[in-house]
DNA sequence: AGCAATCATGAAACCGCTTACTAATAATAT
DNA sequence: ATATTATTAGTAAGCGGTTTCATGATTGCT
């Protein structure tokens, strides 16, 4: 009934070897004749010989799985790094156990911590409020762990990213130098490190080189939907507003849609830039200008920085930065 | 230096019982004085002991982990699958091991075997060519193994997804009924069956009813991509088309927004109906119609159904059949 | 009080593999 | 030919749990 599984133990008997030797041929050991290694070869083929990775990484103490917790899957942003994280990943033969954390605390703390009893080799994190709490999350965990396009205010923690000030700022700069007075700034929760730290100071800083007075009505913080977008429309148009920098791209399709379908024309009466240069910025009329992030690079990298990490090697820099760029589509005069 | 692992034995010993006791308060087995699980309780808490999930997968035989095989982590279609199976999984204690095929076949084949190796509980597979190859493949696998989203000609394997044929013949005929006779059929490829067997089908099946014959010409096959859409935009007018329908939703915003560029009016003088009612629909503009799927449920769906055959609990039906809608949106007149 | 039935615990085998450490064989040097 | 050094291969001790089986402690019942 059930398919016998057939063990290394088989395959020694088989091949009149030790259980040893052939645990030696499997991982690739030199210290084997050839001619015993393919005496092994051939019984291991025979017998259609699979090593079981959890017997391995028992003993070995390596799983060769890491650990990817992703706030939300269904964001282009997070779901293109992961993309090219998984990329490098199976380059480097990892396993990823995906998890989503849905920005909820609480379960990116669980599930660190079940990660973690899954003996996973390393960790990378997505998400953008690196409490302390969760820093000792981190502690506990043998696995080394990497930030992917994501900030960690404190610089403790590995991180792969792009300079968020600097290109808020100039984005927010282009809209100032094309005479807009009052720009809107939206973004999600300003409990996030990203937008109260980063992004609202390229903003403040892009303000002040042109001075400009702060406007605090001119903050919006909402959920990272279209939905949420959308009706930010009618606010937007109440604040006086002319611009708006956005910090999500599907946020930002639904501000460009809501306002166009409450007539306002964009870009004539009002310009939209957004951040993350994922795909839905080709697909709304106007299309959409944006920062630009090397968004499969960042995952990519992220990556291979983690592999390094959990091989020891030295590191040059725990933090690495990647260009940024500005497109400028039709969102934008 | 290391921070040193403590292990069932430790706890053990602290407690003053033996390792089985605390196995047995660990996994929940009544079996135990309360005073003493009190005690290990206490201990656990103490030492701050974690049970290795790797050790306890090897010696049960039950990893808690299930495996995932999607396509394309950045398709929307996918994703929000993905969504739906996460939930469901994490509700039920189990892990994913995420991996993407990239559609490549030799790719899906080897991260089975891979998947397998790791001693998965389960697969769930999303993809649309299950081969006799890959048929093979599911079958070396103790884990069983459900198909989400996509179809198996050969109904073998259990499968969750809605009546494509139906689907698609509905929507075609809508198209049909406001007098368009020469309705393109666009999607990837065909040797993906749920094109070649399904999709078609239902498109032959509307046009036959109406009593419209079939053109060769009025296929177009390519890759889901926005660009892909894009780019079909003026093979379309050249077969004189006045409507089309497409089996994916960025294939179908290419489409729809290559046409617009190019001057022509949707839905006016063109319609568009898609396939997936993923988020995509709701922005573009005009906002596209289209067959509209519960994705989450898909997913969730699949999940619990693996968890039944997980447990070797009895099953209804093999395939569960989700209903699907049409939803007019402005694409279509 | 005496004996069976039930409950709580421990001892130890086992899950399938890795990896010292050791032994045997082959190669090289003297 | 013998001693010395490499190569190959085998032995066995874990890795950190689960689980069967046996045993001792309790409880229930007559």
Redesign the pocket.
């Known amino acids: 009934m059930d398919k016998q ?8 008997r088989e091949a ?9 041929v ?2 690739g ?9 393919q005496k092994v070869l051939d019984v291991i083929d025979q017998l259609d ?14 799983t060769t799985t890491i650990g990817v917790i992703i706030p939300d899957l269904t964001n282009s942003y997070f779901s293109e790094l992961a993309r090219g994280i998984d990329d490098v990943a199976m380059m480097y033969k990892y396993n990823i156990i995906l998890t989503s954390s849905d920005e909820n605390h609480d379960k990116e703390m669980q599930v660190i911590d079940n990660l973690s009893a899954k003996q996973v080799d390393g960790i990378i994190f997505m998400g953008n409020q690196i409490t302390d709490e969760l820093r000792t999350a981190f502690d506990r965990t043998h696995a080394p762990i990497v930030l992917a396009g994501s900030v960690d205010p404190k610089h403790q923690v590995p991180t792969v990213n792009i300079d968020y000030v600097a290109a808020v700022t100039e984005a927010v700069s282009n809209l100032i130098n094309r005479g807009n007075k009052r720009i809107a700034f939206v973004t999600g929760s300003m409990d996030e490190s990203i937008n109260r730290d980063y992004r609202l100071k390229g903003y403040k800083q892009a303000l002040s080189e042109a001075r400009i007075g702060f406007d605090d009505g001119l903050v919006f913080q909402t959920d990272y939907s279209y939905k949420a977008g959308y009706k930010l429309a009618k606010a937007l148009q109440d604040v006086k507003a002319t611009a708006a920098f956005v910090g999500d791209d599907e946020l930002a399709a639904g501000v460009l849609n809501g306002l166009t379908d409450a007539g306002i024309r964009v870009p004539e009466d009002f310009e939209v830039i957004t951040s993350n240069d994922t795909r839905f910025t080709e697909m709304t009329r106007p299309r959409m200008s944006s920062i630009t992030q090397p968004l499969y690079d960042i995952g990519a990298v992220s990556m291979r920085l983690l592999t390094k990490l959990m091989n020891n090697e030295s590191i040059n820099e725990q933090t690495v930065v990647l260009p940024y760029g500005l497109k400028k589509r039709t969102s934008t005069k």
């Open positions: 599984t057939v063990t290394i133990y088989d395959v020694a009149a070897v030790s259980m040893a030797t052939v645990s030696r499997v991982n050991n030199p210290n084997v004749k050839p001619a015993t290694r010989y699979r090593p079981n990775a959890v017997a391995r990484g028992l003993a070995s103490k390596k």
